[in-house]
């Protein structure tokens, strides 16, 4: 479907999380937003109210997309905790998987404003959110629980650090995809090249996490 044979409230919600996460919130107006979904200042104000409104809905909707693509981790992980039985190894293998998603979620082309969007949240905080949503937030939170299994750290301080490093060097990766493309010699836009990408993300942030294992498990 055209962008213009697309209803008017869904044009301006893509037109607002291209722009969103290309400006920032408060480098975009609602004329841009208009000019770019090709639409009215009229039509935007009768489906959203406010830019502000506007911006809550477009990072409501993407984290919503977000605990979707990661909800079938996230549930296993849960289920396995209720029965008991979240020991080191389910730990390890369950900590694999949701590093292998999140690399998918980082890398995927059908959001890739959204996740620009969320990076650009989580590095420059807007004055929408007084703080992380929910679904963003409980990322951290997972990666917490199942290191807590898998690292004898003396305090929280250690892990919650390895946590914050591990999802934004996530996000760091998806959205660097031209200097990636000139350090490696290759199109990162290439299907090819970014299963490759993926992997080497993957492969690198276990890398790293095993690394930490073994300093506070020694």
């Known amino acids: 479907m055209k962008q213009s044979e ?14 969103f996460a290309q ?11 208009v000019a770019e ?7 935007l104000q009768l489906h959203f109210k406010s830019k502000e409104n506007l911006y809550y809905i ?9 605990h979707t693509m990661n909800a079938s981790i996230i549930d296993e992980i849960n289920e396995t905790d209720k029965r008991g039985q979240l020991d ?6 369950l900590l694999v998987q949701l590093t292998a998603q999140m690399a998918e979620w980082a890398f995927c082309d059908e959001y890739r404003y959204e996740i620009l969007l969320i990076h650009r949240e989580l590095q420059n905080p807007s004055e929408v959110f007084e703080q992380l949503p929910d679904s963003i937030y409980d990322m951290f939170c997972y990666y917490e629980r199942l290191l807590k299994k898998l690292i004898a750290a003396e305090n929280d301080f250690e892990i919650k650090s390895i946590c914050f490093s591990i999802v934004m060097m996530l996000f760091d990766h998806s959205n660097y995809p031209r200097v990636l493309s000139h350090v490696l010699g ?5 299907p ?5 990408i993926k992997i080497y993300v ?16 020694k």
């Open 58 to 66: 477009v990072v409501e909707k993407t984290t919503k997309i977000f």
């Open 192 to 196: 090819e090249n970014k299963e490759r």
């Open 37 to 43: 979904a090709n639409a009215s200042l009229a039509s």
């Open 88 to 93: 080191k190894e389910t730990a390890w293998d």
């Open 23 to 33: 400006k920032g919130y408060a480098g975009t107006t609602t004329r841009q937003i």
């Open 186 to 190: 290759c199109d990162a836009e290439l």
């Open 6 to 19: 697309e209803p008017t409230y869904e044009r301006i919600l893509s037109a607002a999380a291209k722009l």
């Open 202 to 217: 993957k492969n690198f942030m276990l890398s790293a996490i095993r690394v930490n294992m073994d300093k506070w498990n």
